[in-house]
């Protein structure tokens, strides 16, 4: 995995690696964040730009459609039967 330099708002590549992961709708970019913390990679990889950014204008990004969760997961608890032929 490319390392990227460290910047104004901690470490990158750690925001990187347990971010959650957003498409920006506008341009293609991929945005991570991490509590405060948000870094912006293009298509390639690339470091676009890192700041620091309020948890209510993230949700005004993701209620507006901007930045579109990359992996939805949600509470399901699956419980299969000891005749489900997946459960041997």
């Known amino acids: 995995m490319q390392?990227?330099?460290n910047g104004q708002?901690?470490?990158?590549?750690r925001v990187v690696e347990e971010g959650r992961e957003y498409t920006d709708n506008e341009n293609g970019n991929i945005a991570y964040v991490k509590g405060d913390r948000v870094v912006v990679k293009d298509s390639d990889g690339n470091l676009v730009t890192q700041f620091k950014n309020?948890?209510?204008?993230?949700?005004?990004?993701?209620?507006?459609?901007?930045?579109?969760?990359?992996?939805?997961?949600t509470n399901i608890t699956i419980?299969?039967?000891?005749?489900d032929p997946l459960a041997l």
């Open 79 to 83: 419980k299969r039967s000891i005749f």
């Open 9 to 13: 708002v901690g470490d990158p590549n």
């Open 54 to 73: 309020s948890r209510s204008n993230t949700l005004k990004r993701i209620e507006s459609g901007r930045w579109e969760p990359k992996y939805f997961l």
């Open 3 to 5: 390392k990227i330099a």
